[in-house]
């Protein structure tokens, strides 16, 4: 099984961004294994170029296999992929297989248990860690005055979509500015995690201090320019009712 197809593992043919170069670059590395280090293969994982928004996943979580349930499915190689992770598998094991081959599911499969994980008490913790000291950047919109973003992804299933960033200031998404952070897919964080993680941690959540003023006028000689406009503004509705339901949240609660 090549790379390519291992990148597909939900065999959507839609899927356009998984290319053979992407995997390389998603999976870079693959012969650096932690086989023969004295590190645990999850904190090496973890610890590699380009892995700064994943956390390390508890050992004990990974070992009960309810958490599991449903990857055999998802994954090739699924027992040498697990074994791997949980540093239960011997090099001189794994002569009949393709070192490359079951890294790179083992890295599919540390993937999506850590989807799992991050929705988990422990999980969010690990991750508000990383956003309070804004590991996973600042929105690039200028009026949201470096407002710290949080991974999503749009879709669960592995090969939709690449990773993209979450900002609760304007709720809105971006794709990292990085090159080293485009490739990772989408489904190793999934689409619950970010609004879980504000749910879980209100204080965090920036949207109810919005500057006044701080929503975008286009303007030509001085005039603004209407909505009406094919040029005009666009869902500057969504920023505003965002102000308006903050003074309203702090008028009720007076």
């Keep these: ?46 610890s590699r170029p380009g892995r700064e928004y994943f956390v390390e996943v508890k050992e004990d979580f990974i070992e009960d296999l309810f958490n599991l349930t449903g990857l055999n499915l998802a994954v090739p190689f699924y027992n040498e992929a697990l074994d791997l992770i949980l540093d239960r598998t011997a090099p001189d094991t794994l002569e009949n297989f393709d070192m490359d081959v079951i890294e790179t599911s083992a890295q599919i499969l540390y993937g999506l248990i850590h989807q799992r994980y991050i929705i988990t008490r422990t999980g969010l913790h690990q991750m508000a860690e990383k956003y309070s000291m804004g590991i996973f950047g600042c929105c690039p919109r200028v009026n949201c005055c470096y407002t710290h973003v949080l991974p999503a992804g749009l879709s669960d299933i592995v090969g939709k979509m690449p990773v993209m960033l979450f900002c609760p200031n304007c709720l809105d998404l971006y794709a990292p500015s990085s090159s080293r952070y485009k490739n990772i897919d989408g489904s190793f964080f999934g689409a619950t995690f970010p609004h879980l993680f504000f749910e879980s941690y209100p204080e965090l959540n920036p949207k109810r201090s919005i500057p006044c003023g701080k929503i975008y006028q286009p303007r030509i000689y001085g005039f603004k320019v209407s909505e009406l406009s094919k040029t005009g503004p666009r869902m500057q509705w969504l920023r505003m009712y965002l102000e308006d339901s903050g003074s309203d949240s702090e008028s009720e609660s007076d």
């Design 1 to 46: 099984m090549s790379r390519k197809n291992l990148i597909k593992l939900n065999h959507d043919p839609t899927v356009t961004y998984s290319t053979k170069d992407d995997a390389d670059e998603l999976f870079d590395d693959l012969s650096s294994s932690p086989l023969h280090e004295n590190v645990s293969w999850i904190s090496w994982f973890c």
